[in-house]
């Protein structure tokens, strides 16, 4: 380990710090091994085997919860917003509004300047049977080509059963002293109504949207279909 003023020298001439490779790291089970054969080297094979079991079994235990702990760290770090490219959806207008009697707000992220946040930080999710496993982001050495944006990374997976919702998903690292903070939204470019919405809900939206010039549209279910379509409404 470099020591605390050798380290000082470097950033005050004006130097970048960077780590030290490890040099043959031991890996756990073959330290866990090494100091459980020292510390038992005058105990019996049965006794020894026994001991052995329940250090792995607390040592698995204790390994476990650091994980769990970690994840929920990790996890309210981030601030997430789910979005849907595809509002023809059956099972989406179903799920999320009210089966077909609320409304969906629609954004045009394309017109937004590039350098906007709210499109640089939205990205597709991606669908997979196989949950990615972050320790070996976490457990490297040689931090020379680390990319800390893993962590996004691992926010946009979910189960490919889902993948019917088109999902995207604008990531914030924001930590979590900051992680509810609100994200100001552009002006929606329509309201959507689901093709059920009750009629004093559907009046509110048109005075809604007619006040703020904002489109107004409607889902119609497509006669003999289960197939929904996007219509405008006038206001």
Not at 62 to 78: D, P, R, T, V, Y
Not at 122 to 135: E, N, Q
Not at 136 to 149: E, F, H, K, V, W
Request: charged residues 25%.
């Amino acid at each position: 380990m470099m020591a605390a003023e050798e380290t000082d020298s470097i950033v005050n001439a004006g130097g970048t710090w960077q780590p030290k490779s490890l040099v043959r790291p031991i890996p756990f089970g073959e330290w866990r091994r090494k100091i459980a054969a020292e510390l038992l080297k005058g105990v019996d094979g049965p006794k020894r085997d026994t001991i052995n079991k329940v250090i792995d079994k607390f040592l698995n235990y204790h390994a476990e919860n650091c994980i769990k702990l970690m994840s929920n760290w990790f996890q309210q770090g981030f601030s997430v917003l789910s979005l849907c490219e595809n509002c023809s959806s059956t099972l989406m207008w179903s799920y999320y509004s009210d089966s077909h009697k609320g409304f969906v707000i629609e954004y045009d992220f394309s017109k937004l300047d590039y350098n906007d946040l709210r499109r640089r930080l939205c990205f597709p999710v991606f669908y997979t049977r196989k949950l990615r496993d972050a320790t070996r982001y976490m457990s490297r050495t040689d931090m020379s080509d680390y990319n800390n944006l893993f962590g996004k990374f691992m926010c946009l997976i979910k189960m490919d059963e889902w993948a019917y919702e088109k999902e995207w998903r604008i990531v914030h690292a924001l930590g979590q002293a900051h992680a509810n903070a609100e994200l100001p939204m552009p002006s929606p470019s329509a309201i959507i109504l689901g093709s059920r919405v009750k009629p004093k809900n559907e009046e509110m939206m048109r005075e809604l949207c007619r006040a703020r010039a904002i489109p107004l549209k409607r889902m119609v279910q497509q006669p003999g279909s289960f197939d929904l379509k996007v219509a405008d409404v006038s206001l």
